[in-house]
Nanobody, 115 residues
Framework: QVQLVESGGGLVQAGGSLRLSCAASRSIPSIDAMGWYRQAPGKQRELVALITSGGFTNYADSVKGRFTISRDGAKNTVYLQMNSLKPEDTAVYYC?????????WGQGTQVTVSS
């Protein structure tokens, strides 16, 4: 069973930065994409950013220009650099791996942005 281990969450003031990391416990074959989702209290989980195996990226409109997703394919690791954070970015952030069959999900890491 593959585990996705997230790190880098925490408490930051508005305007600050955080970098999230997500590493797979072992190599994952045939990855289609890796990404980050988030879920704020009382809201549905939403896509934040996605990067395909070919390097194509997709971002939620709310984070474009502020967040950058990247990956290290050799290490099956994905990163999310978050700059100019806003209080509305507060949420639990989940790592996601898309592949043939069910997706893999991380356990989530809390990001809290104070005003």
């Amino acid at each position: 069973q593959v585990q996705l281990v997230e790190s880098g969450g925490g408490l930051v003031q508005a305007g600050g930065s955080l970098r999230l990391s997500c590493a797979a416990s072992r190599s994952i074959p045939s990855i289609d994409a890796m990404g980050w989702y988030r879920q704020a209290p009382g809201k549905q989980r939403e896509l934040v950013a996605l990067i395909t195996s070919g390097g194509f990226t997709n971002y939620a409109d709310s984070v474009k220009g502020r967040f950058t997703i990247s990956r290290d394919g050799a290490k099956n690791t994905v990163y999310l650099q978050m700059n100019s954070l806003k209080p509305e970015d507060t949420a639990v952030y989940y790592c996601n791996v898309k592949k043939p069959g069910p997706d893999y999900w991380g356990q989530g890491t809390q990001v809290t942005v104070s005003s």
